[in-house]
């Protein structure tokens, strides 16, 4: 049975033998052998020698002290029990990322579910809210939730998008003929999803799981909050506490270490079957699963995890905006927050987003050893937490860059070294669903590689380009330690105005710059769900 | 491409070089980081506080300050990152731990005695490398409606008996907690601060999200006792418009009671940035204007003689107690952490 099921899983993947002999000869297939481009080779090694600039530092101040010190810190019975602890945490919060987002993906995509445009747009918002915005919510409403169980409910709430988002894209561009044999050879409907759709989600899943986990381990806004001793908290402690660079640096190698684990096992999770689909015309829309007797439970479920993660947070920051007894707002400083906030946010999506371009393009065409390596270089900076990458960045940009420290560039740099896999990944799924034929044939027709990318490659990938961006865009305006220590002196983000109105207990002052952060963030957010569902070609269903 | 987007492309272009121009006009002016004339100010201490000293400090002198905010901690862990190639003149921390380490790393200028000898010299640094500009005592603040105060606790240690079963707040991630902590090491031992610690877990305290939490329940009579410092209760007084509008009132712990630790928050200039600017900014900083300034917004101690405060209930700063330990040392947070998490109190 499985093997009848593999075909169409693949289904529209040509001949392995004729096609791989036909990529060869014009040199784009996903054989190893063949050289990559260099239009492509080269700024992808730049980028990835920008992703690999943290680690520069950490061995530095790693091995200062030698050995010994190394070793000290890491046999200590408290780092242990801290990764763990904050390996559990990561772990369960992807698990329960997973199961939300592929259900809402699936939901809003798939189902009869009332309302599911609006749905799928309202339950990507949750991106727009910081982590430490959510956890101070929660914690406001129920103090008895600090501690792990906290630190889970936050960290769930605020990313599972990133699971649902991939997902939810892929879902709509699948070919429904896999689901459609396998259900004509008698399987239920679950067990066609579970047999013929879920594999080709595989590494929408795994991709948007492995953020979830490397956020959940960088994270210091919630945990912190919820006073939850994670790993993080440690590497924040030892620089808080003994101003002792070396302990910090060991274990955001041993960080980067557990990163470089994890980016393994999605990368083997992923797979080698092709995704892309290849076959006369397009895909025809899918079916709407009528949910029937489920459909008041889903609609249930549905509203209530947008009220957990959208929900809690907008009513504290209405509560906080109505008690709030230090009158009226500083207009003109939150608009010039504003503007900054939206700028450095701006600047460092477009960065990272032409840095990601050709690492993402050729991981995806390429399954060569260099390919895959220059995609894993992107993700050591992400599981670092921010401090970790600004004092990098301090370190060389005062050596090697002093005229640009402490001004635009080097924050940007630190964006991009943060959030370059979130733009890496949305190039890469999106290159690798538009065929590589296409390619290939404007090789035949005598195009050189470079006019291959601007006229075929790109467009097609733009989309997914564009909502790679988004999501750095968004995450850099919620981005606050870096941007503390790095921001041009003498400017000021939402996120650190509200770091400020905090510090002094003043919630009610840091009301509006949190609202303005949230609703700020929204409307790339609501473009980022809308941009799944102007894909979707399927009818509503009347009831 | 297709013309929409090319279109998009140019726009976000444009948008993207007026981004930058605007970011760039913030920044002005200078070649580099440190090019700019005004003194660069690194704040450990909240905006909300220093913005408005520093436009005193700015109308008095006629010197511009550029400040850079951040936590204490990583301002300094920066520094010692900057080293000799630092932008900032002068760091303003919230407490003389950071201080210390930047003294220990050779990062401060020694100041002149006439700066110093402002400030008692519990306050300072034995060096000369910084100087407290305002102090803050641990109290156990608490709700006199529950607790006569003539039963009141001799030590922060008779906090571990079965009188205080469940009655004490607490806020454990708060800096000044873990400082507390970090001197009743450093003055009774680790031994004895093991067993206070497993104790008072043991007994139940009530942990809070912060010293302004623990104040509230205490003065509401959720709990009878709160651990937190001073000022807490003199700025709720002020907002309330007077201490008898509030029913919690402050205790000290007698002698050198760990319980009664005093903090100071302070300032140095960096290694080679010993300018006139600087110095002027930490001369003002202790001045009777500086100093006012502190005891009136934040009902801090001011360090300098003669200077006065309103802190009713309390004695004045030459009659603090806490116990005698050395404000630079407070820094061994690390091991304080680990034995907070060792006991459970996180």
């Known amino acids: 049975m499985t093997q009848v099921l593999d075909a169409p899983a693949r289904v529209g993947t040509p001949h392995p033998g004729r096609r791989r002999a036909l990529l060869q000869r014009v040199g784009l297939g996903p054989s190893g052998s063949s050289r990559p481009p260099l239009v492509l080779l080269v700024p992808a090694v730049v980028t990835a020698g920008v992703a690999l600039l943290p680690l520069v530092y950490l061995v530095v101040r790693a091995f200062e002290e030698g050995l010994g010190v190394v070793g000290d810190v890491l046999l200590r019975e408290r780092t242990a029990r801290l990764l763990l602890r904050s390996l559990a945490l990561a772990s369960s919060v992807t698990l329960a990322c997973l199961v939300i987002g592929v259900g809402l993906a699936w939901l809003t995509t798939r189902s009869d579910l009332p309302g599911r445009r609006t749905w799928a747009v309202v339950a990507a918002l949750p991106l727009a809210v910081p982590t430490y915005v959510a956890a101070f919510a929660w914690i406001s409403f129920l103090p008895e939730l600090a501690g792990p169980v906290g630190a889970f409910v936050v960290l769930t709430a605020c990313s599972y998008p990133y699971v649902l988002l991939p997902v939810a894209a892929t879902l709509r561009r699948l070919d429904p003929a896999g689901e459609e044999v396998a259900r004509s050879l008698g399987l239920s409907p679950w067990q066609a999803f579970r047999r013929a759709t879920l594999p080709q989600l595989r590494p929408a899943m795994a991709a948007g799981g492995l953020l979830v986990a490397l956020y959940a381990l960088s994270d210091f806004g919630a945990v912190s909050i919820m006073r939850f001793d994670a790993f993080t908290r440690v590497i924040y402690t030892s620089y808080r506490s003994s101003f002792d660079r070396t302990p910090a640096a060991v274990l955001g190698l041993l960080l980067v270490a557990v990163t470089v684990v994890l980016v393994w096992f999605e990368g083997r999770s992923r797979g080698r079957a092709s995704y892309s689909r290849v076959g006369s015309g397009g895909a025809r829309a899918q079916t709407t699963v009528r949910l029937g007797l489920l459909r008041l439970p889903a609609v249930l479920l549905t509203t209530g995890l947008a009220g957990l993660s959208l929900g809690v947070p907008v009513a504290a920051l209405v509560y906080w905006s109505a008690v709030g007894d230090r009158g009226q707002v500083d207009l003109p400083a939150l608009l010039s927050a504003a503007g900054t906030s939206v700028g450095f946010a701006f600047l460092g999506a477009l960065v990272t987003t032409l840095l990601a371009v050709p690492v993402g393009v050729l991981a995806a065409r390429r399954s060569g050893r260099l390919p895959q390596l220059l995609e894993r270089a992107a993700w050591v900076g992400h599981a670092l937490p921010g401090i970790v990458v600004a004092f990098s960045l301090v370190f060389l940009a005062v050596r090697y860059a002093y005229p640009l420290y402490q001004r635009t560039p080097v924050l940007v740099l630190a964006y991009v070294v943060l959030f370059l896999p979130l733009a890496v990944g949305a190039v890469r799924a999106s290159a690798a669903q538009s065929p590589p034929a296409l390619e290939e044939v404007a090789r035949a027709a005598g195009a050189r590689p470079l006019e291959v990318l601007r006229r075929v490659t790109l467009p097609l990938a733009a989309p997914g380009i564009g909502a790679g961006a988004v999501l750095v865009f968004l995450t850099c305006m919620k981005e606050l330690p870096a941007t503390l220590l790095l921001q041009p002196l003498g400017s000021a983000t939402l996120a650190t105005q509200m770091w400020t109105a905090t510090g002094v207990a003043a919630y009610s002052a840091a009301a509006p710059y949190a609202a303005a952060l949230v609703l700020l963030s929204a409307l790339p957010t609501y473009l980022l769900g809308v941009r799944t569902g102007a894909l979707d070609r399927t009818p509503e269903v009347s009831p | ?346």
Request: glycine residues 12%; hydrophobic residues 40%.
């Open chain 2, 1 to 346: 491409m297709n013309r929409t987007s090319r279109r998009l492309l140019a726009g976000l272009a444009t948008a993207a070089l007026l981004a930058t121009a605007a970011c760039g006009s913030d920044d002005e002016p200078g070649e580099g980081a440190s090019g700019s004339d005004a003194l660069i100010v690194y704040s450990g201490r909240n905006e909300t506080l220093i913005a408005p000293l520093i436009e005193q400090f700015t109308k008095a002198t006629g010197i511009e300050v550029t400040p850079r905010y951040g936590g204490s901690a990583e301002l300094a862990a920066q520094l010692l990152e900057e080293g000799d190639r630092t932008p900032a003149d002068v760091f303003l921390s919230q407490d003389a731990g950071a201080l210390g380490a930047l003294e220990e790393a050779g990062g401060l200028e020694t100041l002149p005695q006439t700066t110093l000898d402002r400030v008692p010299a519990k306050y300072r640094s034995a060096e000369g490398a910084w100087v407290g500009t305002s102090g803050r005592s641990r109290v156990l603040v608490y709700n006199p409606d529950l607790v006569p105060a003539a039963s009141l606790p001799k030590s922060v240690f008779d906090l571990t008996g079965p009188a205080y079963k469940g009655k004490v707040g607490y806020a454990p991630t708060n800096a000044s907690f873990q400082a507390f902590v970090t001197g009743m090491r450093v003055s009774a031992g680790e031994e004895r601060t093991r067993e206070f610690l497993t104790a008072f877990q043991a007994n139940e305290p009530q942990s809070f999200e912060g010293n302004v939490a623990v104040l509230e329940a205490v003065d509401a009579g959720t709990i009878p006792f709160g651990l937190i410092n001073h000022y807490y209760l003199y700025e709720r007084a002020a907002e309330a418009g007077g201490l008898d509008q509030v029913t919690a009132r402050n205790y000290l712990f007698p002698g050198t009671d760990p319980g009664s630790l005093v903090n100071v928050a302070g300032v140095g200039i960096l290694d080679g940035k010993g300018s006139t600017d600087a110095q002027a900014f930490v001369d003002f900083l202790v001045s009777e204007q500086g100093q006012t300034f502190f005891a009136e917004q934040t009902k801090e101690y001011p360090l300098v003689a003669g200077v006065p405060v309103e802190l009713e209930g309390l004695p004045p700063l030459e009659q603090l107690g806490g116990p005698d330990v050395d404000l630079s040392q407070l820094e061994s947070l690390d091991e304080t952490l680990a034995l907070l998490d060792e006991v459970g109190l996180t």
